[in-house]
């Protein structure tokens, strides 16, 4: 007796070539991951945002800063991205989820040969008493600049 498409016999890897079938999945470049991942209370969830099209990749969350959180304390940046136009910088950052984790404000320092770029994250008072779960999450912020960098390396404020 045959089961499924074009004849497949349970059991084989239905390509009728020898070769033995697949396991497992293929590990998705985004979207809800489960590799490595066990069941219970210690589980892991995770879910790697998007972008529509064939080549997908996981984007970070942009941000915009809130002044007005709580507790603000500086925190470093993975990585600064100089915009065509020299006039502003795309800075990456991993932070915990909101309400816990809210940028607050950047500040920025010119020098001669530096333009330093400190991000300065809070909480938010609005939010009360809420738990604040240990998740990390990319985010991205464009900070304008006053003057061009001309040349000018960016370090960051926070290390």
């Known amino acids: ?8 016999v349970p059991g084989s890897s239905g390509s009728g070539d020898g070769t033995a079938p697949q396991t497992g999945a293929p590990s998705p470049t ?12 210690d589980a892991t969830v995770a879910t790697l945002p998007c972008i529509p099209g064939p080549e997908r990749r996981p984007q970070p969350l942009i941000v915009v800063p809130r002044a007005g959180m709580a507790n603000v ?5 993975t990585s600064a991205t100089p ?10 950052f ?17 020098g001669t040969d530096t333009v330093t770029i400190t991000l300065f994250e809070g909480s938010d008072p609005s939010a009360g008493m809420v738990a ?3 998740i990390a999450q990319q985010k991205q912020v464009s900070v304008p600049l006053d003057q061009d960098l001309a040349g000018r ?7």
């Open 1 to 8: 007796m045959a089961f499924g498409a074009g004849g497949e």
């Open 30 to 41: 985004c979207g809800p991951s489960t590799q490595g991942t066990v069941s219970g209370p």
């Open 73 to 77: 304390r500086p925190i470093a940046f």
């Open 83 to 92: 915009g065509l136009d020299d006039r502003a910088v795309e800075v990456r």
């Open 94 to 110: 991993w932070s915990g989820i909101e309400p816990c984790s809210v940028l607050d404000h950047v500040d920025v320092a010119y």
């Open 132 to 134: 604040c779960p240990d």
């Open 153 to 159: 390396r960016i370090v960051d404020g926070a290390a």
